[in-house]
């Protein structure tokens, strides 16, 4: 199994930053792809940024030039850098990994999710 450990959410006015921090840990081999995901009130889960291994990143179309996703391979830690907070993103944020475990199987695993408020 694969824990995923959240921190960094919180309570912050329009324009300001939070930095969201995601460690794995347990049985992993390797981790493959790392992303946020992000639930506002009544909505769909929707990707918000993600990253390969090797570092590439992806951002959604209304984070782009804000949000900065970060992995650190050797803490098993994905990091999500927000800045110039609107408050439209409002939501649960919820980091997710696909792990290959010590077993060589290959899971997707969602961490518990962790609350940003973004006040006007």
């Known amino acids: 199994q694969v824990q995923l450990v959240e921190s960094g959410g919180g309570l912050v006015q329009a324009g300001g930053s939070l930095r969201l921090s995601c460690a794995a840990s347990g049985s992993i081999f390797s981790l493959n792809a790392m992303g946020w995901y992000r639930q506002g009130p009544g909505k769909l889960r929707d990707l918000v940024a993600a990253i390969t291994r090797g570092g590439r990143p992806d951002y959604a179309d209304s984070v782009k030039g804000r949000f900065t996703i970060s992995r650190d391979n050797a803490k098993n830690t994905v990091y999500l850098e927000m800045n110039s907070l609107k408050p439209e993103d409002t939501a649960v944020y919820y980091c997710?990994?696909?792990?290959?475990?010590?077993?060589?199987?290959?899971?997707?695993?969602w961490g518990q999710g962790t609350q940003v408020t973004v006040s006007s």
């Open positions: 997710k990994v696909r792990a290959v475990t010590l077993q060589r199987f290959e899971y997707d695993y």
